[in-house]
C-alpha cells in the first residue's frame, strides 16, 4: 500500500515568508509525528497527534511553528516569519496504534531552504 | 551526556562479514527500541524493533538488547555492499511518550 507522503519535496522561500508543509500518513494509521532532521544527525522531535488530538509539543522550538491535524488524517506544520536556521529536512512519520508498538514510519521528507 | 549514543563511525567492513553496531542509552525507563536504516538522501526505514531482553532475529539481522547495561546492538550477517548505508538507533520511553530519541546514526560501509 501506499506510505506516508510529504509535500512539497522541496520548498524554497524567503526570510519572513510562511511555509505550510504537509503530511498524509498511511491509511488507518492513528499517530503522526513531526520530526525535522539536520544533516549528519538522527531525527529531532517536534510534535504528535493521537487522531486529530496534539498530543506533545514539546519539541517544536519557538511559537512560530505549529501543527494540526484536524480531522485526523492530513497534518500541516506551519512556520510562521521563517528564518535561515528553519532550513532543514522537517519529516513526518506515521505508526498503526497509539499505544502498544510504537513502530514509526517514514514519509519522503520535505527539504525547507530559506534564503 | 546524550539520551542515545552511537559511534558515527564509519565502519568498515569487508562483504560476507558480519557488522556490528551498537547504541547505549541513557534513560533507564526506556522501553521500546528500534533500528532505522537510512540511505544517502533518503528518510529513515525501519528495519528492527525490540522490546526484551535477548535476541531478536529477522533474516540476516539480529538486534540484541540488555536493559540492565543500557544497551542495543544490531548485528548485520553476510554484510553486503548494498547494506552501506547509516544505521540510526532510536528509542521510546514508554507507554504515553510516543516520541522517538534518535542517536546520530552510525555509517556503515561495506567493501566487495
Known amino acids: 500500500g501506499a506510505g506516508v507522503s510529504q509535500s512539497p519535496r522541496y520548498k524554497v522561500t524567503k526570510r519572513g515568508q510562511d511555509v505550510a508543509l504537509r503530511c498524509d500518513p498511511i491509511?488507518?494509521?492513528?499517530?503522526l509525528y513531526w520530526y525535522r532532521q539536520a544533516l549528519g544527525q538522527g531525527p529531532e522531535f517536534l510534535t504528535y497527534?493521537?487522531?486529530?488530538?496534539?498530543?506533545?509539543k514539546s519539541g517544536l522550538p519557538n511559537d512560530r511553528f505549529s501543527a494540526e491535524r484536524p480531522e485526523g488524517s492530513i497534518s500541516t506544520l506551519t512556520i510562521q516569519r521563517t528564518e535561515q536556521r528553519d532550513s532543514a529536512m522537517y519529516r513526518c512519520?506515521?505508526?498503526?496504534?497509539?499505544?502498544?508498538?510504537?513502530?514509526?514510519?517514514f514519509g519522503p521528507g520535505t527539504r525547507l531552504t530559506v534564503t | 551526556q546524550k539520551e542515545v549514543e552511537q559511534n558515527s563511525g564509519p565502519l568498515s567492513v569487508p562483504e560476507g562479514a558480519i557488522a556490528s553496531l551498537n547504541c547505549t542509552y541513557s534513560?533507564?525507563?526506556?522501553?521500546?527500541f528500534f533500528w532505522y536504516r537510512q540511505y544517502s538522501g533518503k528518510s529513515p526505514e525501519l528495519i528492527m524493533s525490540?522490546?526484551?531482553?535477548g535476541d531478536k532475529e529477522d533474516g540476516r539481522f539480529t538486534a540484541q538488547l540488555n536493559k540492565a547495561s543500557q544497551y542495543v546492538s544490531l548485528l548485520i550477517r553476510d554484510s553486503q555492499p548494498s547494506d552501506s548505508a547509516t544505521y540510526l538507533c532510536?528509542?521510546?520511553?514508554?507507554?504515553?511518550?510516543?516520541?522517538?530519541?534518535f542517536g546520530t546514526g552510525t555509517r556503515l560501509l561495506v567493501s566487495p
Open positions: 512519520a506515521s505508526s498503526l496504534r497509539a499505544w502498544g508498538s510504537y513502530e514509526q514510519y
Open positions: 491509511s488507518g494509521h492513528v499517530s
Open positions: 497527534f493521537n487522531y486529530e488530538a496534539q498530543q506533545d
Open positions: 534513560d533507564r525507563v526506556s522501553q521500546s
Open positions: 525490540i522490546y526484551s531482553n
Open positions: 532510536a528509542v521510546n520511553r514508554d507507554t504515553g511518550f510516543q516520541k522517538l530519541v
